[in-house]
Nanobody, 115 residues
């Protein structure tokens, strides 16, 4: 089992930056893939960025060139660096880990970008 605890987020102006963190309860080497998703009210949860254990990354087209996913294995943490934020990035962000075919989710964190 994996517990994920998120931190970061908050309120920022258009064009600003934020960093989200997601700390796992155990070594992320043993986790097959981790990622960030977001979900607006009334909409499906959508992929933002993922990273698998060989270091390969994948991004939604809407965030390519602005967001960067990274890991710190020693801290058992993944990050989402979000630059050039836009009002349409406003929503709740969730981290996700897949281990042994099971998906685990963080508690969610609100990101609000003011225009």
């Amino acid at each position: 089992q994996v517990q994920l605890v998120q931190s970061g987020g908050g309120l920022v102006q258009t064009g600003g930056s934020l960093r989200l963190s997601c700390a796992a309860s155990r070594n992320i080497f043993s986790i097959n893939a981790m990622g960030w998703y977001r979900q607006a009210p009334g909409k499906q949860r959508e992929l933002v960025a993922t990273i698998i254990n060989d270091g390969s990354t994948n991004y939604a087209d809407s965030v390519k060139g602005r967001f960067t996913i990274s890991t710190d294995n020693a801290k058992k943490t993944i990050y989402l660096q979000m630059n050039s934020l836009k009002p349409e990035d406003t929503t709740v962000y969730y981290c996700k880990a897949i281990s042994g075919g099971v998906a685990y989710w963080g508690q969610g964190t609100q990101v609000t970008v003011s225009s």
